[in-house]
């Protein structure tokens, strides 16, 4: 039993194209994450979420929008795919606010051609 | 704020030790520590809430200093499997406002 799991694991796409990546959790934990992760392994939070509840919203372009239409589950759809843009992408989950710990996903490795 | 870590690489031959240092330019509320092998996800290893506590996983175990706002992580006897990238991730707050900030990885070879 995968505690959280993201698909697709590797998304190649165009430039100017509309992708979505899905996470879910089976962990019953309250607060969810996306992290991208760059060509040089540096890993920087873009958005957390507690409760389906928007909390963290990094310094990100509008045209990454994540979902969250329950708590076991937080979506990232991207408008518009840059080649900077490319990078792996995690989502994670905490417990809570107060029990950070994070579990990663798998990644999904997005290259835009 | 990005927690500053080193050294960023560090090869080892299989039952050495190694430290590896991260540091805050900012007072910190708690330290974790992660391990990333290559072409996996990062893996929780330890968190140190400040108060200056020490904690151990195996044979890896931190420190975390909070008047020195730094972080160290010490492997003894390493093993092959230690090898990877460790990221220091540091918070500034408690509750709602915490936020993970990674440093830049230090990338540990364990050689038999």
């Given at each position: 039993d995968t505690a959280v799991s993201q698909t697709p694991k590797y998304l190649v796409t165009q430039m100017g194209n509309d992708k979505s990546i899905k996470c879910e959790q089976n962990?019953?934990?309250d607060t969810m994450y996306w992290y991208k992760q760059d060509s040089k392994k540096f890993l920087k939070i873009m958005f957390s979420y507690n409760n389906k509840e928007l909390i963290i919203n990094e310094?990100?372009?509008?045209r990454f929008s994540p979902k969250s239409p329950d708590k076991a589950h937080l979506n990232l759809h991207i408008n518009?795919?840059?080649?900077?843009?490319?990078a792996v992408y995690f989502c994670a989950s905490s417990r809570d606010l107060d029990r950070t710990e994070a579990f990663f996903g798998q990644g999904t490795r997005l290259t835009v051609v | 704020q990005q927690p500053v870590q080193s050294p960023q690489a560090v090869i080892l031959r299989e039952g050495e030790d190694a430290v590896i240092n991260c540091s805050s330019s900012k007072a910190l509320y708690s330290v974790h520590w992660y391990r990333q092998k290559h072409g996996e996800a990062p893996v929780f290893l330890m968190i140190l809430l400040k108060g200056g506590e020490q904690k151990g996983h195996e044979k890896i175990s931190a420190s975390f200093n909070e008047k020195k706002q730094q972080s160290s992580l010490y492997l003894t006897a390493?093993?092959?499997?230690?090898?990877g990238t460790y990221f220091c991730g540091t918070e500034f707050?408690?509750?709602?406002?915490r936020q993970l900030t990674f440093g830049s990885g230090t990338q540990l070879t364990v050689l038999p």
């Open positions: 962990l019953g934990h310094t990100v372009p509008n518009s795919l840059e080649l900077g843009d490319s | 390493s093993q092959l499997s230690y090898s707050s408690s509750g709602s406002a």
